[in-house]
């Protein structure tokens, strides 16, 4: 099939590319490299510059004619996003409606979207299933949840097919090395984790150290990007098949704290890098784990290298290829 991904060239995106790829789909990537890497994509793929801002380039890019689209492009910074809420709003929310009617437009092939466990906020109980709540603890999440509202109103009234994909939090880099460019700037546990191991960054900030959890630091539902990447693939086979539209919740249903990450980081890259505590965030709830039943159940979907060992490993060796020659 011929597949549209954009967003393609971003740290979840490159793995999606490669996941279609791999199974001999035909691949194009449409990003406005904002924060992007094109090294990460597969050599073969299309490439449209543009933003998804740019209508009438939206137009003639999705006129070509897909078998589908999936749809990655987003700010994604929670905190940023309670300090700069009209940049998302516009980002997010408006550069999905000029690609929501673009698609309309070419005929509605189905669409995957990229949505996250932010649209529950703090969780009621666990483990998180869809029918859970949904009530955002910050703008990015919003943003997602209001994307997802607007999907089903395209559905109901223009027939396009969607599957909302809820990550929990994305880790890992791809196992045989074609992803080679670390993500920019990155806030999430691991590569903060990697930096402070491989000396670019002082130490590592725990923040709070006193939750009612285990080891008495934050729980977190990490799924290896190689196993989302292939959720995407699935998604789209449901779409293509079922022609039914789906919102599913996406992680490995086992949580790890702070602590036991880094004690496995510690292990698997041998350097003992500083630590600090510091105060718990605003808005960061004790423990978030999926539950992935209904992925497991509609779409096959299963985690194989969700586990702390293939998420910290796979990372290390990026970051380790990486620093000893960045241009590689
Ligand atoms: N990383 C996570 O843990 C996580 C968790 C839940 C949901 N998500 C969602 O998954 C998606 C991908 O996340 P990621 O971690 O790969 O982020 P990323 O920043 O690495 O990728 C986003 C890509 O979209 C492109 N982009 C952004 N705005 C654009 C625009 N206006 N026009 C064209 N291209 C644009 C960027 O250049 C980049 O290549 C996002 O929608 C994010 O909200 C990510």
Not at 6 to 12: D, L, M, N, S, T
Not at 124 to 142: S, W
């Amino acid at each position: 099939m011929r597949v549209l991904i954009v967003g393609g060239a971003g740290y979840i995106g490159s793995h999606v590319c490669h996941a279609f790829a791999d199974r001999g789909d035909s691949v194009a990537v449409l990003d406005n490299f904002s924060s992007g890497s094109r090294i990460n994509m597969p050599e073969e793929v299309e490439v449209f510059e543009g933003d998804i801002m740019d209508k009438s380039f939206l137009g003639r890019a999705l006129s070509i004619g897909w078998d589908g689209v999936v749809h990655l492009a987003a700010f994604k910074a929670a905190g940023e996003s309670m300090t700069d809420p009209g940049k998302y709003a516009v980002n997010n929310i408006c550069g999905t409606i000029n690609l929501l009617n673009a698609i309309v437009n070419a005929g509605a092939p189905p669409l995957v979207f990229s949505s996250s466990a932010a649209v529950f906020g703090e969780p009621v109980r666990l483990p998180i299933d869809e029918d859970h709540p949904k009530a955002p603890e910050n703008f990015y999440g919003y943003t997602k949840l209001e994307i997802e509202n607007l999907l089903d109103w395209f559905d109901k009234l223009k027939d396009l097919k969607f599957a909302a994909l809820r990550y929990f939090n994305a880790a890992g880099y791809d196992s045989k090395g074609r992803v080679r460019e670390p993500e920019k700037d990155p806030q999430n546990l691991l590569p903060v984790i990697m930096e402070a191991a491989a000396g670019i960054r002082e130490n590592l900030i725990i923040h709070g150290d006193d939750y009612d959890t285990r080891d008495g630091t934050c729980i977190r539902d990490y799924v290896h990007v190689s196993d989302l990447a292939r959720a995407h693939v699935q998604a789209m086979d449901y779409l293509v098949a079922e022609k039914k539209s789906l919102k599913v919740n996406l992680g490995s249903e086992s949580g790890i704290s702070v602590a036991e990450m880094v004690k496995e980081a510690v292990a698997i890259t041998g350097v003992d890098f500083p630590r600090v505590k510091g105060p718990r965030r605003p808005g960061d709830p004790a423990k978030l784990v999926a539950s992935s039943s209904l992925a497991r159940n509609l779409l096959g979907w299963e985690t194989t290298q969700s586990d702390a060992a293939s998420l910290i490993s796979s990372t290390w060796s990026l970051y380790r290829r990486y620093i000893e020659c960045p241009k590689a």
